[in-house]
Each structure stands twice: as structure tokens, then as C-alpha cells.
RNA sequence: GUGGGCGUAGCCGAGCGGUUAAGGCGCCAGGUUGUGGCCCUGGAGAUCGAGGGUUCAAAUCCCUUCGCCCACCCCA
């Protein structure tokens, strides 16, 4: 039997209306904030990731779907959302329009990963990006499209995780002092913190080893060591927030998994203790479209995984308005009103009314049941009599109530009482 | 890539060496002549994940393999 890929989910007709929720209130946040859509390819050339997300990481290293296609293109399934919009950024011209631009997207992301509760190898991130502008209150705003969303939602206790890492300009300082003091314990730290502190020292603070977690508190701090404009940056983006009415936790231990951010760094987490627990994060990339090949612009954004969202969602008792369904079941008793049915059927979704005629000639009492089982606000049935008459039986299924109407009636009938 | 748990009908789930593999939900059909939701009756649907082994006998024990889940790494 085929399944579907490790990693990958079908999202059945029952789930559908939790993606609706999300992406409504998603697409209208970003109406208010002024972003607009995006849609950039599933797949994008190999190096651009490789020069974005940065060499080293694991994504990059390990996590990659990664092809070849007929034309000898490299070719990487998107991991991420931000480097395509940068791209697309630079290709289509866009450092010409009043700045900053802001795009928001929708997408599916692919990572070869092992999964586990809420990570996935394929899985949907909404993000937004504003380009072009440094001004913190970039960073305050996009971080406050995101806690709206939660909020909007119905998510609650959502914990905001604020740090600076500096810039290019600032930060080998730090790394330099960092690595002094981890080099000073480089005997007792565990051995994937041996392979950061090589690799990359930034990581070695979200250590979770409890061997290493006495060392990465005793660390020196980013905060420390932040150049003026960094400092400024920061204190910008704090009074912002503050100003907004959006509580945040300094937390100089946060750092993330792509090279490409600079200053702002931020994540939120959901109440619940869990390892994958992370629902939204995002910062600023001052270098990224410069190292795209475009001209220096600063850049800001965020994403939220969408699966991550609606897990919280339903684990904390926040339900869905449900879609649609069926308005109206068409049943009928013989060949000559099955016809008459058939066509009655079509005129009625003509009118705009949702109609699910009966099939597989089954018995009036198990069409019966079938409407029911569809949740059918109103059944039509057709039989001799009703022919004979030019009539319909018009029956509402909750008050279980049924009347005779002209079969030229009903369709104007079915929208009087649906609406 | 590493570690742990689990794999019985569409779903939940009993059975844990011995005749035709419970039960519930769902599905289908009946309970008289053209009608649902409750109730009753019946039915379909399982090579017990797959392969090999032990045994007179295996869903039940052993090995291998695949898959799912959880955790690490990392990440949304």
C-alpha cells in the first residue's frame, strides 16, 4: 500500500478548517500591516541556499532536498522562506519602488529531517518580510503582526524571546571572548559543544546539556559587546514593543540556526513544555540581498509553521468555524424522477444553492439516512406525485417538516430560507 | 545520523502459543407498501506490517526488515 513520504501529511477534509482560520486571519493581518502576497517557486537554485542560510548549518549540510533535474540544474526544495523573497527581491527590480517593500507568503518548506512531534519534512510557514528600511520599528512591527496572529487566534501564554546578535561589525569581538571562556572549560562541556565551539561558537549558548548549562550562564553576553549602533538598534526595538503593549523576555541566550541574521533575533513559545516547541521566530538580515548580489539592503522578517500553530491551537481547546457543507439533498423514488432530479440538481446550484443529489439508486429510506449523515439542512424529494403535479417535497431536516412547493419555486424558495 | 516505544478491519481496540481472530465506532442493507436522526436485526470489511525461524500448533516466542510515534541533533 502507498503512504505518504515519511514526513509528509495529507490534510484531510476534517483539518481543513483550522488552514482556513490561519490563513484568513493570516491574510488579513497582512492587509492591515500594508504586506502583500508573494508566491515564489517550491524550488530554487541549489546555492542560494548555500549562500544564505550559510555553509555550515544543518540544514544546508544535511537537511536539503537537493536534485538534479533533466537539465543538469542543482536544484534545492525551498528550507526556508526568506532567501527566495530576497531573490525574487533583487530580480524583479524591486530596490526601485518606495521602500520599504513589504511581502507576506504562504509556502510549503522542506527539510530532511528525522520527524517528530511537530517537525516535519514537509511543512507550511506564513511569513512576512519587510526589505529595504533599518528602522526598529520594522523589527516592532513585524514582530507584532506575529503576536497578533497568536492573539487573533486564541493562542494564550505565548512567551516572546528577545536578543540581539550584533552585526559583522560587532560580533567577532564577542565570538572572540565567547570562545576564550568555553576554551577555559573545553574539558568539561559535552562533545557537540566541542564541535560548536569550532564550527559555531553562537550555538554553544542553547546548549541544553545540563553539564554545559552552568558554563553557557557564566558566558559573557552578546549585550555586552554590542557596538553603539547595534545597542541603539535594540533599545529601539524594545521601546517599540513596549509601546505596542507587547511583553518580551530578553533571553541572551537565543540565537538561531541561520548565518544570515544580524541584530534582531526572536522566537515565541507556546506554554507547553515540548521539544519541538518553537511556533515562530524570525529577526533581521541586514546582509542577506548584498550577499545575493544586490545592492547593501537591510531587511526584517519572521515566519510561523503553520502545523506548530494549529497543534497549540487544538491543544489548547481553540475550535475552527466549520465550512460549508451540504445545504440541500435532491432524493428521488424511480427512473423517471432520478431524471428530473438530475436536472432540478443542476439548476439549483445555477441558483447558488449547494446541492447534493441522490446516487446509486438506493431506497428513499437510505437516501434518507445519507441526507442526515451529510448534515443536509433541507431534502428535495421527487416521485410520481411530485411529477404528476409539477411539485417538489420540500422537507426541513431538523424540524423534520415538509411541505409540497411548485417545482418552478424552489430554487428561489431554498435561497429565502438559507439565507 | 543516534537512542527508545509501538505495529490486529477505514478508526479505536481485546486476545499474548492451541478449534471458524472479541467488542465498539463508522459503512451497507432490512424492520412491508415513498422518508433521516433513537432502537432492533443482518451484512461487508483483517493474508493479525512484511520476510524468515522455533514448535505437533504462532496474531501470540526469536531474528531480520519496513513503517509509525517519541526523544537527541537541528528547527517553524
Redesign the pocket.
Known amino acids: 500500500m502507498y503512504?505518504a513520504?515519511?514526513?509528509t501529511n495529507d490534510i484531510l477534509p476534517a483539518d481543513q478548517s483550522y488552514w482556513r482560520m490561519v490563513e484568513k486571519v493570516a491574510a488579513e493581518l497582512s492587509r492591515l500591516y500594508g504586506y502583500q502576497r508573494i508566491d515564489t517557486p517550491v524550488f530554487e537554485d541549489a546555492s542560494l541556499f548555500v549562500r544564505t542560510v550559510g555553509e555550515g548549518?544543518?540544514?544546508v549540510e544535511k537537511?536539503t532536498y537537493t536534485f538534479e533535474d533533466r537539465g543538469n540544474n542543482r536544484l534545492t526544495l525551498r528550507p526556508?522562506g526568506t532567501a527566495p523573497v530576497c531573490r525574487a527581491y533583487i530580480e524583479h527590480g524591486m530596490a526601485s519602488l518606495p521602500q520599504p517593500i513589504k511581502l507576506y507568503y504562504f509556502a510549503p518548506?522542506f527539510?530532511y529531517?528525522?520527524?517528530?512531534?511537530?517537525?516535519?519534512r514537509e511543512?507550511h510557514?506564513f511569513g512576512c518580510e519587510a526589505l529595504g528600511d533599518l528602522d526598529p520599528a520594522l523589527d516592532a512591527e513585524v514582530i507584532g503582526l506575529a503576536w497578533e496572529l497568536y492573539r487573533r487566534l486564541g493562542l494564550q501564554e505565548i512567551s516572546l524571546q528577545l536578543n540581539s546578535i550584533g552585526h559583522p561589525g560587532c560580533r567577532p569581538a564577542y565570538l572572540q571572548k565567547l570562545v576564550e571562556h568555553y576554551r577555559a572549560h573545553v574539558q568539561s562541556i559535552c562533545a557537540?559543544c566541542k564541535v560548536?565551539l569550532e564550527k559555531n561558537p553562537l550555538?554553544l549558548l542553547?546548549?541544553?546539556?545540563p553539564g554545559c548549562q552552568h558554563i553557557a550562564n557564566a558566558a559573557p553576553t552578546m549585550a555586552g559587546y554590542l557596538c553603539a549602533e547595534c545597542r541603539e538598534h535594540l533599545e529601539g526595538v524594545q521601546s517599540n514593543l513596549e509601546a505596542l503593549g507587547i511583553p518580551f523576555q530578553m533571553n541572551h541566550r537565543l540565537v538561531?540556526?541561520?548565518d544570515y541574521y544580524t541584530k534582531t533575533v526572536f522566537?515565541f513559545w507556546p506554554p507547553q513544555e515540548?521539544?519541538?516547541?518553537?511556533?515562530?521566530?524570525g529577526g533581521r538580515y541586514d546582509g542577506l540581498i548584498e550577499a545575493l548580489g544586490g545592492r547593501p539592503t537591510p531587511g526584517v522578517g519572521f515566519?510561523?509553521?503553520i502545523?506548530?500553530l494549529i497543534i497549540n491551537l487544538k491543544a489548547q481547546g481553540v475550535e475552527a468555524p466549520t465550512i460549508g457543507g451540504v445545504q440541500v439533498f435532491v432524493g428521488y423514488?424511480g427512473a423517471e424522477a432520478k431524471k428530473a432530479a438530475f436536472t432540478l440538481t443542476a439548476e439549483l446550484r445555477e441558483a447558488g444553492v449547494a446541492a447534493v443529489l441522490s446516487t446509486?439508486d438506493?431506497?428513499?429510506?437510505?437516501q434518507?439516512?445519507?441526507?442526515?449523515?451529510l448534515g443536509a439542512r433541507y431534502?428535495l424529494?421527487?416521485?410520481?406525485?411530485?411529477l404528476a403535479e409539477g411539485t417538489v417535497?420540500l422537507?426541513d431536516?431538523?424540524?423534520?417538516e415538509?411541505r409540497s412547493v411548485p417545482r418552478g419555486e424552489v430554487a428561489q424558495e431554498l435561497l429565502r430560507l438559507l439565507a
Not at 542553547?206 to 546539556?209: A, V
Not at 434518507?368 to 449523515?373: G, I, K, L, T
Open positions: 503512504r513520504p515519511r514526513g548549518t544543518d540544514i537537511e526556508e518548506i527539510r529531517d528525522r520527524p517528530q512531534a511537530g517537525r516535519y511543512h510557514q557537540d560548536r550555538r542553547d546548549c541544553k546539556e538561531r540556526g541561520f522566537e515540548g521539544a519541538q516547541s518553537t511556533i515562530g521566530a515566519a510561523t509553521g502545523e506548530r423514488k446509486g438506493r431506497s428513499l429510506k437510505a434518507m439516512r445519507h441526507a442526515d449523515a431534502a424529494i421527487l416521485g410520481s406525485k411530485e417535497t422537507r431536516m431538523a424540524r423534520a415538509q
